[in-house]
Nanobody, 130 residues
Framework: QLELVESGGGLVQPGGSLRLSCTVS????????IGWFRQAPGKEREAVSC????????YYADSVKGRFTVSRDSTKNPVYLEMNSLKVEDTGVYYC???????????????????????WGQGTLVNVSE
């Protein structure tokens, strides 16, 4: 019954910034973990960032740490992914996903147990290019 919708993607030059949003809708939009993933052309899907609702713990992949920031306000919805100092290598389709049941810490949920995510959005394309 839940629906996740990503928005904010587009074409941006290297060094630029972009902010993505993930809106969760449904009878109950609660989540234990919400994550951002991406799939670059010709590559496997990879984790970008995850946030656990219980304690607000966040995880960032090494490739984006220091440049990307996941955030939310008191309503917990939508969740944002602010991307700064974008690189060509950041190009890809970005997806958000949620896990309803409490589980492992953000890092483990992102890198080891992403298969447990219950719902996925349709993705939004980020193209970093001149």
């Amino acid at each position: 019954q839940l629906e996740l919708v990503e928005s904010g993607g587009g074409l941006v030059q290297p060094g630029g910034s972009l902010r993505l949003s993930c809106t969760v809708s449904g009878y109950s939009a609660d989540y234990a973990t919400i994550g951002w993933f991406r799939q670059a052309p010709g590559k496997e899907r990879e984790a970008v960032s995850c946030l656990t609702d219980r304690d607000g713990n966040t995880y960032y992949a090494d490739s984006v740490k220091g440049r990307f920031t996941v955030s939310r306000d008191s309503t917990k919805n939508p969740v944002y992914l602010e991307m700064n100092s974008l690189k060509v290598e950041d190009t890809g389709v970005y997806y958000c996903a949620i896990d309803r049941a409490p589980g492992p810490p953000a890092q483990d949920m992102c890198e080891r147990y992403s298969f447990a995510m219950d719902f996925w959005g349709q993705g939004t394309l980020v193209n970093v290019s001149e």
